[in-house]
């Protein structure tokens, strides 16, 4: 046992309070080697009395790798990333992996930095946000040598590969899902496009399924920073004040649409029958307001989910051959906000 309580536990330390040699206490911490049952036991028990840790670093000098997975996504705040988390999460607490999380603030050079320090570690896998990258992050990548999982997205050439959903094609099925109502006079809201790729892609699709049938956006607003219900809310007063003849808002999510319902519902404007609304992630948490907010389900923890998979079979096995992308198909619900016919 060590006499200096800042000197950090060693295999020695362990060696000594289970009575067996260090290079059984290795093996047995590194689950390799015939070690009877009795003995791991006994080594396990010291180690976790003991408090010790591994030094994963030390011990992957000869694979070069960690059992972590670097996790990187834009936001923490967003409710949408937790869930992402929570799927990645539960395929990989079955395997040796970890996940770190590291944060990007939806700012490529941070990127750059985040991924930069993450794979210095030698992880055994990265998840990471987006198909767009600097030229910097893609090159570090590419250079990894290790699985790359980009998510949420599809609409792109990953690097290795990506599971996600299509951004154009939820933008268009829900253009399609408000003309089949009736709705004609449209305008939007959403986070300014620069910095959120995917919702630029749904305005892309959703405009471009509104053009086909004749219809252009009669105004649109675009907000970064503060409360998103609070921006809905203001964006929603403004737009109506300017023109009121609108007759469908749309929003590039959830939670500033739930700002505008409040707006609409506190000046007693009928919803869906004067003003339609619609939303997009399908937050769970909004399912307590006075109406039922029509959104599209991001499949936001099957995504973790599928993406923590590609990552443990292809830590299992590199050679293992899967799909390049995996597309999961969002489906609109109507609820409360969206009439229909």
């Known amino acids: 046992m060590p006499n200096d309580a800042t000197r950090p536990l060693t295999l020695r330390d362990v060696s000594e309070a289970s009575g067996v040699s260090e290079m059984t206490v290795s093996r047995v911490l590194r689950n390799r080697g015939d070690v009877s049952q009795a003995t791991r036991e006994k080594v396990l028990e010291a180690a976790k009395t003991l ?4 030094n994963k670093i030390a011990g992957a000098l000869a694979s070069q790798r960690v059992n972590l997975v670097a996790v990187v996504i834009p936001s923490l705040r967003n409710m949408v990333f937790p869930e992402v988390m929570s799927g990645i999460s539960k395929v990989l607490e079955e395997t040796d992996l970890q996940p770190v999380v590291g944060v990007t603030d939806y700012m490529p050079e941070k990127e750059e930095r985040v991924l930069y320090e993450m794979l210095s570690w030698r992880p055994s896998g990265v998840i990471v946000a987006g198909l767009e990258h600097t030229e910097a992050s893609r090159a570090m990548l590419k250079a990894s040598g290790i699985p790359v999982v980009e998510i949420m ?3 792109g050439n990953p ?21 089949k109502q009736g709705y004609q006079r449209i305008g939007f809201m959403g986070t300014k496009m620069p910095l959120d790729h995917r919702a630029r892609k749904r305005f892309e699709g959703f405009t471009e399924a ?8 009669a105004d649109q607003e675009f907000y970064s920073g503060g409360s998103a219900l609070a921006k809905g809310r203001e964006m929603t007063e403004a737009m109506l004040e300017r023109d009121p003849e609108l007759d469908f808002l749309y929003y590039s999510n959830d939670m500033i649409a739930a700002g505008g319902m409040l707006h609409l519902l506190d000046k007693g404007i009928d919803i869906p029958g004067r003003v339609g609304l619609a939303g997009f992630n399908g937050v769970e948490l909004l399912e307590g307001l006075p ?11 099957e995504i973790g989910m599928r993406a923590a998979q590609i990552i443990a079979q292809r830590v299992e096995d590199p050679k293992v051959e899967l799909d390049p992308i995996v597309e999961l198909t969002p489906t609109i619900a109507h609820g409360d906000t969206l009439k229909r016919r």
């Open 51 to 54: 408090g010790y840790v591994p």
């Open 153 to 155: 997205d599809t609409d």
């Open 159 to 179: 690097i290795d590969s990506a599971v996600g959903i299509s951004h154009r094609r939820a933008g268009r099925e829900m253009a399609k899902a408000i003309l």
């Open 210 to 217: 509104l053009a086909k049938e004749g219809v252009e956006i």
């Open 291 to 301: 109406r039922r907010l029509a959104t599209m389900d991001a499949c936001r923890s």
